[in-house]
């Protein structure tokens, strides 16, 4: 199965300016019982003075630990919704400044039993040819990409969300000392969470706390917590406590030392 990973082009602002908006988030997450449909509403808009051409792709994707978003060209069984869904179109035409709706249908199969499934809608805008040539010179058109993941979660199954910290690392290479742990999410459901790192001397007496920023998590997915711990040292014990959105606390500790 060939895999790549999504890579992120920056562009100038001459080029940035010369694209489609998209009027969504990075996620679109959907609960509806299998044998119902539901449709996805994307908004897009032509925001240059030129036509654009708006191609559709949906993809999978794993989530790696280590690596992120790892996209492939085969439908991840028993895992993909991509299957389920169908697109208005493969591609269209937007003329300058114009603004339209793009359509998505989620049909979830009645005899689907697991508990979520996903897949991901790449949405590509170009200049109508490759090249155009101004005054002898040649500038190559940018192909400008944003993806959005589509999450599917059964209603029929309990979901859960497991928040299970399965490393954790001292990074003294960067400028400011930090502690790292891994979460990954072994539940079935998708959610957003913070944390809190207390760090205590041998007496029970806290050294460093700290407050990491809320992050989303998908099932199997991991999110790094990263905290600084500059001015602390010597054996300490690490106390993380991890709340979702749902409320639900999830704790970790471990002896370390600084």
Do not use: H
Not at 190 to 211: A, E, H, I, P, W
């Amino acid at each position: 199965m060939r895999k790549f990973f999504l890579l992120t082009l920056y562009v100038l602002p001459f080029f940035a300016a010369a694209q489609v908006v998209i009027n969504s988030g990075l996620t679109e997450s959907i609960s509806t019982l299998p044998g119902n449909s539901e449709t996805i509403t994307v908004v897009l808009k032509n925001i240059s003075d030129d036509p654009r051409r708006v191609t559709f792709l949906l993809q999978d994707y794993i989530n790696d630990c280590e690596k992120g978003y790892v996209y492939v060209d085969t439908v991840v069984t028993g895992e993909s919704c991509q299957p389920w869904t169908r697109l208005e179109a493969e591609e269209l035409i937007l003329f300058p400044r114009e603004k339209r709706e793009f359509l998505v249908q989620i049909t979830v199969p009645d005899a689907f039993a697991g508990p979520s499934a996903r897949t991901c809608l790449f949405i590509n805008n170009t200049p109508l040819i490759d090249t155009l040539q101004e005054e002898g010179v040649f500038q190559f058109a940018v192909e400008i990409r944003y993806g959005i993941n589509i999450l599917y979660s059964n209603p029929k199954i309990a979901a859960e969300i497991d928040l299970y910290a399965q490393n954790l690392s001292i990074d003294s290479v960067s400028d400011v000392r930090s502690v790292q742990i891994s979460l990954m999410n072994r539940g079935s459901q998708s959610t957003s969470f913070t944390s809190k790192l207390d760090l205590l001397d041998q007496n029970g007496n806290t050294v460093l706390s700290s407050n990491s920023q809320r992050q989303t998590i998908q099932p199997g997915q991991c999110r790094i917590v990263s905290f600084p711990v500059k001015d602390a040292s010597g054996p300490l014990e690490l106390i993380l406590m991890s709340e979702t959105k749902e409320g639900e606390i999830f704790g970790f500790t471990e002896s370390i030392t600084l």
